[in-house]
């Protein structure tokens, strides 16, 4: 496998049930909240750090999901996705990419499509039992939770960049 992640350029991910534990808050005011966790973020930093640019797509539409996005530097955001294959192809022309280029994690049917056409697919520990047979990766933590970050890690080792992007943490 380690030939075929050489190959990512681009990881892409849905959001609630993944970046968070796919949990909507609701405010009195109208707003919503959702927790993100800061380990996902620093992954998420690493993998760009590695020349990996991310993205999102997600079927809901949200200020806090552009907010995180701003703060993660992740400038290909697409909400309000019903059908994520029609993103998905519009990001793969946008940047030149060929499908095999591409990883992406999801956690539930809605990312099925897109998840048997990238080179490399995630989903998260907890997600919908039914799609986990398809994907290359299914984590060992649930979704908002350290999830992306294990699939950041696992990318990152996997395809020998894990010591170009981390060394300054490990030196004396």
Not at 125 to 144: F, H, M, N, R
Request: hydrophobic content about 40%; charged content about 30%.
């Amino acid at each position: 496998m380690n030939s075929e992640l050489n190959r990512i350029k681009l990881l892409l991910l849905d959001v609630d049930g993944v970046m968070t534990d796919g949990r909507i808050i609701y405010l009195n005011d109208g707003g919503e909240a959702k927790a993100f966790d800061v380990k996902d973020g620093h992954g998420l930093k690493l993998i760009q750090r590695a020349g990996i640019r991310v993205g999102i797509i997600t079927g809901r539409q949200s200020e806090v999901v552009a907010r995180r996005a701003a703060e993660l530097g992740i400038e290909i955001v697409y909400q309000g996705a019903k059908d994520k294959m029609q993103p998905f192809r519009e990001i793969i022309e946008n940047f030149a990419l060929e499908p095999f280029e591409v990883a992406y994690v999801g956690d539930d049917v809605v990312d099925l499509p897109v998840m048997r056409q990238v080179g490399f697919s995630a989903t998260v520990a907890d997600a919908v039992d039914d799609i986990k047979p398809y994907v290359d990766l299914v984590t060992s933590k649930p979704g908002g939770r350290g999830a992306v970050r294990e699939v950041c890690d696992f990318l990152l080792k996997q395809s020998g960049l894990w010591s170009s992007v981390t060394s300054r943490y490990f030196e004396d």
